[in-house]
């Protein structure tokens, strides 16, 4: 079946360093992918996505290209702010009779401290 | 504005007792979802529908209800028979129907149920 493993946590990093969490999917066909932001105490709200191969979704700095050679969508940004710290989710949706499931990754804590 | 509300925020349940979380969105969407999250893990599909009258069971179904009679509505029903229900739970809606991939999920703020 289809799944998403994302780089373990928790991530702690300084104001304005470079981010990058790591996601690698297994799925037949041709998914979309998602990045979610989690902050605390709430739902999940999209970050950005890509729904073919080399596609890069952007958003509020953060970026993430689908590579379908190397089955991975990984979530970077440049400069992170305190306003960052959060809980990060990349998921897929995959292309079979079940559509609109997705899978999610376990999730990656992101502190940034000033 | 168009979203999804989940209520209530936070429910306490005493040990043999069925509660009933409620999910409700104005987004015309058609499929809807319910998802558990545990500490330091990913989110599990409960169960989840496409369309009104209708659903299927996600990956840890056992020990939950659901009903669809309205396109607005999706209310979960935590039963006795869930073994450790303490968790936060996700409800979620989309457009997606069919067998397209493409849309974005949209959550609601969580229900925090505990067990007492």
Redesign the interface.
Known sequence: GDS?TQMEGPVTLSEEAFLTINCTYTATGY??L?W?VQYP??????LL?A?KADDKGSNKGFEATYRKETTSFHLEKGSVQVSDSAVY?CAL??????????T????TTLTVKP | DGGITQSPKYLFRKEGQNVTLSCEQNLNHDAMYWYRQDPGQGLRLIYYSQIVNDFQKGDIAEGYSVSREKKESFPLTVTSAQKNPTAFYLCASSTQRGTANTDTQYFGPGTRLTVL
């Open positions: 998403v998914p979309s998602f979610y105490g709430e739902g999940l709200q999209l996505k729904t989710f949706s995959g292309f079979n009779t079940n559509a609109g499931k997705s999610f990754g376990d999730g």
